[in-house]
């Protein structure tokens, strides 16, 4: 088994900063993905940003300049670096790794999630 264990959400207001992290543990052979999605009411979920095991990034056009993500692959964590917030970066964010388990078993887990509201 793997958890995903989000940390970092909040309150802030229009402009600032906010770092989520999000640390895998358990079974893991290796992590190859490591995305942050969210939610926001209403809405589906969309991806936010990804990076691959070698460093690759991509951002979703809303955030790409504001937002920047990382990987520390002897840790097993990948964190977000969200600045320049917007109201509309209000949502619940969702930490996604495609992991290989120890039994060489490839899968998604998903970690439960952390709010982050941003005021104007």
């Known amino acids: 088994q793997v958890q995903l264990v989000e940390s970092g959400g909040g309150l802030v207001q229009a402009g600032g900063s906010r770092t989520l992290s999000c640390a895998a543990s358990?079974?893991?052979?290796?992590?190859?993905?490591m995305s942050w999605y969210r939610q926001a009411p209403g809405k589906q979920r969309e991806l936010v940003a990804s990076?691959?095991?070698?460093?690759?990034?991509m951002y979703a056009d809303s955030v790409k300049g504001r937002f920047t993500i990382s990987r520390d692959n002897a840790k097993n964590t990948v964190t977000l670096q969200m600045n320049s917030l917007k109201p509309e970066d209000t949502a619940v964010y969702y930490c996604?790794?495609?992991?290989?388990?120890?039994?060489?078993?490839?899968?998604?887990?998903w970690g439960q999630g952390t709010q982050v509201t941003v005021s104007s």
């Open positions: 996604y790794s495609l992991v290989t388990t120890t039994a060489r078993v490839t899968t998604r887990y």
């Open positions: 358990g079974s893991i052979f290796s992590i190859n993905a």
């Open positions: 990076i691959g095991s070698g460093g690759s990034t």
